[in-house]
């Protein structure tokens, strides 16, 4: 009798202890994601609070200057100005225009501008916005965008850039440029647009909390359907 209940639980507890084991590793992994996060907010409060850098840093760390506010002088390239596509502000989905900022002899920095709506992509749209001449740009410092899962590859042949890819922009642009990239945030140009202000903003989500707590509750559920399973009373 006692044999024939081990063979009957052998792959019950095989199957429940794996289960447990994964949902457990993974609410695990979820707790140190927190940990990265909370820390990762913390710094970019914290350099969010700092003064701006008055000038483009050459050289160095770029991460180390990631989210800094920043501003700077130069003038705009507009005839090299490029379309970062898919970019929803207020639930309309538009552009955004990313333009090279000339700082003269000290190089090329991207700026992206901000947000347009598919009627404004092209420039001749909106002349009050293209700017000549020296103009201060203050903005914030952001890095090259990581492709997502599901993020199209970008198409420098007809101008559609689904992320930020500061080496492969400049040079489609015929500029050496910094290996980062300034977000304005002086609010919308003469005009109109581009409109910098939704661009500004730096959200970082943090749900890991509830995500590690899912995993848990999952093993617990998982130990509690396995107990049962086991304590239940055979049929008669």
Same mark, same amino acid.
């Given at each position: 009798?006692?044999? %024939?209940? %081990? /063979?009957?639980?052998?792959?019950?507890?095989?199957?429940?202890?794996?289960?447990? %084991?994964?949902?457990?590793?993974?609410?695990?992994?979820?707790?140190?994601? =927190?940990? #990265?996060k909370e820390a990762l907010i913390a710094s970019v409060e914290a350099?969010? %609070?700092? @003064?701006?850098?008055?000038?483009?840093?050459?050289?160095?760390?770029? +991460? &180390?200057?990631? !989210?800094? /506010?920043?501003?700077?002088?130069?003038s705009f390239s507009h005839d090299k100005e490029m379309y970062l596509?898919? /970019?929803?502000?207020? $639930?309309?989905?538009?552009?955004?225009?990313?333009t090279p900022l000339v700082l003269g002899e000290r190089g090329t920095?991207?700026?992206?501008?901000?947000?347009?709506?598919?009627?404004?992509?092209? @420039? +001749?749209?909106?002349?009050?916005?293209?700017?000549?001449?020296?103009?201060?740009?203050?903005?914030?410092?952001?890095?090259?965008?990581?492709?997502?899962?599901?993020?199209?590859?970008?198409?420098?042949? &007809?101008?559609? #850039? !689904?992320?930020?890819?500061?080496? *492969?922009?400049? &040079?489609?642009? $015929?500029?050496?440029?910094? @290996?980062?990239?300034?977000?304005?945030?002086?609010? @919308?140009?003469?005009?109109?647009?581009?409109? &910098?202000?939704? *661009?500004?903003?730096?959200?970082?989500?943090?749900?890991? =909390?509830? !995500?590690?707590?899912? #995993? !848990?509750?999952?093993?617990?559920?998982?130990?509690?359907?396995?107990?049962?399973?086991?304590?239940?009373?055979?049929?008669?």
């Amino acid at each position: 009798m006692a044999e %024939a209940s %081990a /063979r009957r639980l052998l792959w019950p507890t095989l199957i429940a202890v794996a289960g447990v %084991a994964v949902l457990v590793g993974l609410g695990t992994w979820q707790v140190h994601r =927190l940990h #990265w996060k909370e820390a990762l907010i913390a710094s970019v409060e914290a350099r969010g %609070a700092e @003064p701006p850098l008055e000038s483009v840093p050459f050289g160095g760390d770029p +991460e &180390a200057i990631e !989210y800094r /506010r920043i501003r700077v002088t130069g003038s705009f390239s507009h005839d090299k100005e490029m379309y970062l596509q898919s /970019r929803v502000r207020n $639930g309309v989905a538009g552009l955004h225009v990313v333009t090279p900022l000339v700082l003269g002899e000290r190089g090329t920095v991207l700026v992206d501008r901000g947000w347009v709506p598919p009627e404004k992509g092209d @420039p +001749e749209t909106r002349p009050e916005g293209q700017v000549e001449g020296p103009v201060v740009v203050e903005g914030v410092v952001r890095l090259d965008q990581e492709p997502g899962l599901f993020t199209p590859d970008n198409r420098p042949d &007809a101008n559609q #850039w !689904y992320r930020i890819d500061t080496r *492969a922009m400049g &040079a489609q642009a $015929g500029f050496d440029v910094v @290996p980062f990239y300034i977000v304005a945030t002086t609010g @919308p140009a003469p005009g109109g647009f581009p409109v &910098a202000d939704a *661009a500004a903003r730096v959200q970082i989500v943090n749900n890991h =909390l509830q !995500y590690a707590l899912t #995993w !848990y509750a999952l093993a617990i559920a998982l130990t509690v359907i396995y107990l049962v399973f086991v304590f239940r009373k055979p049929k008669t």
